[in-house]
């Protein structure tokens, strides 16, 4: 499969469409299971806060690739991401009240590359607060 983006027709400065990515405790037991990631901090409240949290945070990975989303749903195929880091900036922070948290995520085309690529630049914030700094993506477009 390929991006279903041409990259003729995008510009600097695009803007993708915007994401809102709930989590719960539950959301957070289920990527533990997948990801084989039961560090305490996720779970287990009393932990979390014993080792200085506000409380459950969610995984750094899980928050990462939700924000990832926005650009492989924006490019119409996973692959079409050849190269994506972020720093670490401010947990997602989960509490226990049913309602959980929500990362919302932007993005927008911050410079064109060779080879058909494209760099794209995302905010991630969760509460008011950006929780990935420096969180890019370089994405191959058709």
């Not at 979390?48 to 749903?73: C, K, N, Q, S």
């Not at 993005?107 to 008011?128: E, H, I, P, Q, Y």
């Amino acid at each position: 499969m390929a991006a279903k983006v041409s990259f003729d027709e995008v510009e600097v400065g695009t803007e993708l469409p915007a994401g809102a990515f709930p989590v719960t405790r539950a959301t957070l037991v289920q990527y533990a299971g997948a990801s084989g990631d039961f560090n305490p901090i996720h779970w287990n409240e009393r932990f979390a806060r014993e080792v200085g949290l506000p409380d459950v945070i969610a995984h750094g990975m899980f928050t990462m690739a939700e924000a990832a989303r926005v650009v492989t749903d924006w490019a119409g195929d996973p692959g079409a991401v050849v190269e994506y880091g972020v720093r670490f900036t401010k947990p997602v922070v989960v509490p226990d009240d049913g309602e959980g948290a929500v990362i919302h995520v932007t993005g927008k085309v911050a410079a064109k590359l060779d080879d058909r690529c494209v760099r794209v630049d995302l905010t991630a914030m969760s509460a008011g607060q950006k929780v990935l700094g420096m969180s890019r993506a370089v994405v191959r477009l058709a």
